[in-house]
């Protein structure tokens, strides 16, 4: 079992940054497949990033976020800069034991983080 823990949430202005962090607990992220999704309300999750070998960007935030790991304390993170008010979303962390080459389908995740609000104000 993975348990994840998000943080890094809140209200900025667009072009400002933030930057997110999921820690992990009970198993490193060691073999692990790990991925951000957001969700808008009325829309579906949608991927963001994620390490399935090599890191792998949605064309939406390429240049702008960055996904990055610290298996040693087991936390990745994911930088934003540049943020529209497009990105606001709740933003949920996720990893399962295997790599995929479908890792942007949510549904190939088995641990997910509560989630962390995004806002984006114009």
């Known amino acids: 079992q993975v348990q994840l823990v998000e943080s890094g949430g809140g209200l900025v202005q667009a072009g400002g940054s933030l930057r997110l962090s999921c820690a992990a607990s009970?198993?490193?992220?060691?073999?692990?497949?790990v991925a951000w999704f957001r969700q808008s309300p009325g829309k579906e999750r949608e991927f963001v990033a994620a390490?399935?070998?090599?890191?792998h960007y949605a064309d939406s935030v390429k240049g702008r976020f960055t996904f990055s790991r610290d298996d040693a304390q087991m936390t990745v993170y994911l930088q934003m800069n540049s943020l529209k008010p497009d990105d606001t979303a709740v933003y949920y962390c996720a990893a399962h034991h295997y790599y995929s080459d479908s890792y942007y389908l949510a549904a190939r995740y088995d641990y997910w983080g509560q989630g962390t609000q995004v806002t984006v104000s114009s």
């Open positions: 390490f399935v070998g090599r890191i």
């Open positions: 009970g198993r490193t992220f060691s073999g692990y497949a």
